[in-house]
């Protein structure tokens, strides 16, 4: 293979590779702080002069989705890998509301008798419930069209972008709120036992993911 068609190969000089840390961490992370940029980006841009705004609004709702459905999927996985790496009992879907009020919410309970619905909590559930009532699975942000050959989005013409990433930061606070209160019970775990669990590791990821 030509050199200028490959898309991954390493530089000769180590301090010219980036390094790829497969974490949950990173990728929550990467997903969230590219979604902050592009949306600083976008913000800043005018609206009515400039073509570049409309075209890159899809990627930045897609981020912002995927960093949703990856941090959900994650809580999910530590409180599962916390009740003695017990598999949940079917697989998951993309659907943010399902992954909150399905399926995270009585894994959360599962580590903690106490956890119950207050104001946050609510507010996290309705605004996984809006988002989802346009998209389910995150294709009508990446494709114009559906599978049938329907329009993506059906009823979303119009979006307060502004409003929406206000909103996104808001969820992320909350959720963040919610994986330091299990990264308690996590750690009562810890990632070191995996090794010795990794069947039952596996199973798990399989059906998370």
């Not at 119009?158 to 919610?178: G, N, P, Q, Y």
Request: include cysteine.
């Amino acid at each position: 293979m030509k050199e200028e068609f490959r898309f991954f190969k390493k530089n000769p000089a180590p301090r010219k590779n980036v390094c790829l840390e497969k974490s949950f961490e990173v990728y929550r992370c990467g997903y969230k702080r590219a979604a902050e940029v592009l949306s600083k980006k976008i913000l800043s841009l005018k609206p009515e002069n400039n073509k570049n705004y409309q075209s890159m609004i899809f990627p930045l709702l897609y981020v912002y989705r995927h960093y949703f459905e990856i941090t959900l999927k994650d809580l999910i996985r530590k409180c599962y890998l916390f009740n003695d790496f017990t598999a949940p009992e079917t697989s998951f879907n993309h659907d943010l509301n399902d992954l909150w009020s399905k399926k995270l919410k009585p894994a959360v309970k599962k580590i903690e008798d106490s956890f119950e619905e207050h104001e946050e909590t609510k507010e996290i559930a309705e605004a996984f419930k809006n988002f989802t009532s346009f998209d389910k699975n995150g294709e009508g942000f990446r494709f114009p069209l559906r599978k049938d050959g329907r329009q993506s989005l059906a009823g979303l013409n119009l979006l307060d972008l502004k409003h929406f990433c206000k909103t996104a930061s808001k969820i992320s606070f909350l959720l963040e709120r919610l994986e330091s209160e299990i990264h308690f019970y996590w750690h009562a775990v810890g990632e070191t036992e995996m090794p010795d669990n990794k069947r039952k590791y596996n199973k798990v990821l399989k059906r998370i993911f």
